[in-house]
Each structure stands twice: as C-alpha cells, then as structure tokens.
T-cell receptor, first 112, second 116 residues
C-alpha cells in the first residue's frame, strides 16, 4: 500500500542553520505530495505542496521538490528561525477525496 | 472565523465511559475526516464522510461510531472508553470529491482525550 517515510527526529539546530528533513514515499499512480506543519498545541496546517514530478513547492522560505525517480520530497530551508520550531509531516494523497497518508512526523527545535 | 472547529479541546474521562467529540466546518466542503494522533505524534486516518455518507472506515473498533447529521458536521462517539483510546483526535476537511487529490486539508485544533 501507499506509505510515507520521514527521518526520525528530533532535529535540533541553531538559528540561521540549514535545514533538511528527508521524506520518501511508496505509491501507486501519481500522488500529490505535501508538507504540513504542527505548531505546539495547534492543528496541522499546509506548508507547501507539489502535484506532479519535478514540481517545486515553496512557502515561508521552505522548499521541496517532487522527485519521481528517487520517490522523494525532502524539505529544505536555508536559514531557520526559532519560530520554525514545530513538528513537520510529509504526506501524500491516496485514493481520492484527498485522503492523506502521513509520515511519522519530525520534530524540529531551533535554538537562538 | 474558525474554518474547522472541534469541541471540546480537552476531555478527561474514566475507563468504560461513553463520550462524544464534535466537529463543524464552515468552508462549504463536502468531505470531512477524523484522524487519531498518538503520543508519538503519528497520525492515522479513522473515518471519512462525503456529503453525510461514510466513504472511508479504516479498521477502527466498533466502539467508535461517527455520525454526520449534515455535511458541515461530523461527530465522533466512543463507547466503553479504554486507556489506549487516549490520544489527540483531529477533524479535517479538504475540498474535493472522489477524484480530488491535490487540494489543501484544513484541520481543527484537536481534542486531547485522556482516559484514566
């Protein structure tokens, strides 16, 4: 079945460091790929998405490129801030109705 | 104005009790979901309704029964609560129908259920 695998956290960085969170997927067909972010005590919110191969999603300085050949959708940011501390979820849609399959989540902690 | 709202935000109850969590969306969408997030933050889909009709039931115990009185509301009733039911439950609503694959899902704040 369809699944998403993310690197385990927590990831701890200093402010202004470079961030990469790895995400790979297994899917039949051509899923859309997403990164959602969950700030402490809140629900998930969409960070970025890509709907076909070689698409790049970007938002708030974060980027991820849909790589079909490596079945990956790694999240990157050039310079993280303390306010980026959150849990990041990679996800794909499967089976219509925008059914989301999530990875396990990666907690990011950014220190001043 | 909150797009997806859940009540209550926190729920503490004893084993064996029956409880309900309510969800409402004002987005005009036809589809709503319940997700369960465990203590390790893993999110698992439970149910989905489209226009009041159950379309996804992901091997959830019969003690869990969703109810959708109209397409803007999806409630979750849990009978005979067990310790393992302790989790955060999220309601979500994406735009789209059977063919939809790439639109944003809007999540509620979550309901933290603690069974003691």
């Amino acid at each position: 079945g369809n699944s998403v695998t993310q690197m385990e956290g927590p990831v701890t960085l200093s402010e202004e460091a470079f961030l990469t969170i790895n995400c790979t997927y297994t899917a039949t067909g051509y899923p859309s790929l997403f990164w959602y972010v969950q700030y402490p005590g809140e629900g998930l919110q969409l960070l970025l998405k890509a709907t076909k191969a070689d698409d790049k999603g970007s938002n708030k300085g974060f980027e991820a490129t849909y790589r079909k050949e490596t079945t990956s959708f790694h999240l990157e940011k050039g310079s993280v801030q303390v306010s980026d501390s959150a849990v990041y979820f990679c996800a794909l849609t499967s089976g219509g109705y925008n059914k989301l399959i999530f990875g396990a989540g990666t907690r990011l902690a950014v220190h001043p | 104005d909150t797009a997806v709202s859940q009540t209550p935000k926190y729920l503490v109850t004893q084993m064996g009790n029956d409880k309900s969590i309510k969800c409402e969306q004002n987005l005009g969408h036809d589809t709503m979901y319940w997700y369960k997030q465990d203590s390790k933050k893993f999110l698992k889909i439970m149910f989905s309704y489209n226009n009041k009709e159950l379309i996804i039931n992901e091997t959830v115990p019969n003690r869990f029964s969703p109810k959708s009185p109209d397409k803007a509301h999806l409630n979750l009733h849990i009978n005979s609560l067990e310790l393992g039911d302790s989790a955060v439950y999220f309601c979500a609503s994406p735009r789209g129908d059977r063919e939809a694959m790439n639109t944003e899902a809007f999540f509620g704040q979550g309901t933290r259920l603690t069974v003691v």
